[in-house]
């Protein structure tokens, strides 16, 4: 039988001499959680690992040119506590915080989140919403860039060559106006594992009363996450207000009838959207509907 090889490359000039001999048995990881239950249920036994997790290069948090760049050995730890993020992709910080459990957190990244592609996946949908970028590397030493929706192809799929692998992340830097929010329901009280989650940007008028645009994004209602067409109509140009929240429920409700009536889970879901649509709208809105201000 044949060996399982470990590469541990220190810097992207090792990681490059790695990649130049990949092949379709050759597995990237940084933080390795997800891998490693993959590798267990696979019955993975042979090919060679890519260890990222060792090159200092790919971690960190920037902000550049209204860029917020993310490298992408970060961990969701980092991400939460980084007040970069705080300020500019507070849905980001909010899907990071509710990964998996604290030391799940201290290991997984956010370049191996996105590559794994799963379809609960929390950060997904977080970075869709925000129209991040992705920054792939390949073994000839060229990038190049991909929007999350071109590299996350399905369940468990992406785009990304056996040569090639996810150095950074880019967020746009969104202005004053905007306001993100994140939410999730899962099937455990503790270590949740996301059965339906929401990404939100909205954009209000100077007064902060009247939405002038809206992006929605909803995960793990299919084989990948998408927008809300449905949810973001009955949002623009409308007043805040505790009818809207209804209003925005019924649209998600008609959103999970469209997506998924045919399964299993549909009458579940349709009813749990409902929470987690008045969830999300709270947290965009709280200060608008108890009369604060952001």
């Known amino acids: 039988m044949a060996a399982m090889v470990v590469k541990t490359p220190s810097t992207i000039d090792e990681l490059l001499a790695c990649m130049k001999d990949a092949d379709e048995n050759t597995y990237y990881i940084s933080g390795g959680t997800d891998f490693m239950i993959k590798l267990r249920k696979n019955r993975i036994y042979s090919g060679t690992i890519i260890d990222l997790k060792g090159i200092p290069a790919l971690r960190y948090i920037k902000k550049e040119n209204g860029i917020i760049r993310i490298g992408g050995n970060t961990t969701f730890t980092e991400i939460v506590g980084n007040k970069i993020m705080q300020k500019h992709a507070a849905c980001v910080v909010q899907a990071a915080s509710q990964i998996g459990s604290t030391q799940i957190r201290n290991a997984a990244t956010i370049g191996g989140n996105v590559a794994n592609a799963f379809a609960g996946a929390d950060s997904i949908p977080a970075l869709m919403v925000l129209d991040a970028k992705v920054v792939v590397l390949k073994s000839d030493g060229e990038s190049y860039e991909k929007d999350m929706d071109g590299i996350v192809l399905g369940a468990g799929q992406n785009s990304l060559g056996h040569d090639e692998v996810i150095v950074e992340i880019q967020i746009p830097v969104l202005d004053e106006g ?67 929240c209804m209003a925005f429920q019924n649209a998600l409700t008609a959103q999970v009838d469209e997506s998924i009536a045919s399964r299993s889970s549909w009458a579940y879901k349709r009813e749990a959207v409902k929470g987690l649509a008045d969830e999300v709208f709270d947290k965009l809105f709280q200060d608008v509907l108890t009369g604060g201000r952001a």
């Open 178 to 244: 905007y306001r993100t929010a994140f939410a999730k329901i899962g099937s455990r009280s503790r270590v949740t594992i996301a059965k339906l989650n929401m990404a939100a940007v909205v954009k209000c008028r100077g007064d902060g009363s009247t939405i002038e645009e809206a992006r929605i994004v909803l995960g793990a209602l299919g084989p990948k996450a998408f927008r809300s067409g449905k949810a973001e109509e009955v949002l623009v140009g409308r007043t805040i207000s505790k009818d809207l």
